[in-house]
């Protein structure tokens, strides 16, 4: 399958340790798809802000939720630009000097405008591929959203056309002068791990097959 690129605009070039960018939308959907938080930056009237919130992708584009009286919400639906990032941490680097220590990460940014999720039907279509996200195979078990529930929620989605994508991975890159340095270098990695799942004390149903898995899955 053929590559396809992102071209970078003025704000997504990376300049600072550019041979770890990427602009490579296969990459770019990778690390959106391990992540159920994301970052929103934006600013209004009462200063600047970067709020965390659930995200999913639908194929090009990223969506987010939450009630109409989200006070991020409520400025995202006014045309505001916004920088929205999501960044996995995959370990810390350990070099012979401080100054070349790092670590390794993978780091999604996105710009651009929220749209409002306005039909019915595809508001719907949202939220049921958030729920597959969550766990994959619960949707046909739960009580479905209720009009009324739908009514308080919105639902905005931002384009993942400009974009940028940074990593890092491998051990640390020593200057030549630091060799002699006696001191142990390499990585610690950083793993996210999955626990057993956990029934509620009011539990009355057996353990689900995707709940099962839980722990056995890849974070």
Request: charged residues 20%; aromatic residues 6%.
């Amino acid at each position: 399958m053929t590559a396809v690129a992102l071209p970078p605009s003025p704000r997504t070039r990376v300049r600072r340790v550019a041979e770890l960018a990427s602009y490579e939308q296969a990459t770019l959907y990778a690390i959106v798809d391990a992540a159920f938080l994301c970052h929103i930056a934006f600013r209004d009237d009462k200063g600047s802000h970067c709020i965390p919130t659930a995200c999913w992708r639908i194929d090009g584009h990223l969506y987010i939720h939450g009630s109409n009286g989200s006070r991020m919400l409520k400025q995202l639906v006014n045309d505001t630009d916004v920088c929205v990032t999501i960044t996995h941490l995959d370990g810390l680097v350990l070099a012979r000097s401080a100054f070349n220590h790092t670590m390794n990460y993978r780091s999604a940014m996105v710009y651009g405008q929220f749209d409002k999720v306005s039909d019915i039907g595809q508001q719907h279509a949202a939220m049921d591929a958030l729920m597959e996200k969550l766990a994959p195979g619960r949707l046909a078990q739960v009580r479905g959203g209720s009009a009324k529930e739908y009514a308080a929620t919105t639902v905005l989605r931002i384009a993942l056309d400009e974009c940028a994508v940074k990593q890092r991975k491998g051990g640390p890159l020593d200057d030549a002068g630091d060799m002699a340095h006696v001191v142990w270098t390499g990585e610690l990695p950083f793993t996210h791990s999955r626990g057993a799942a956990i029934a509620d004390a009011l539990n009355t149903s057996a353990l689900p097959a995707y709940a099962a898995a839980w722990s056995t899955e890849s974070a």
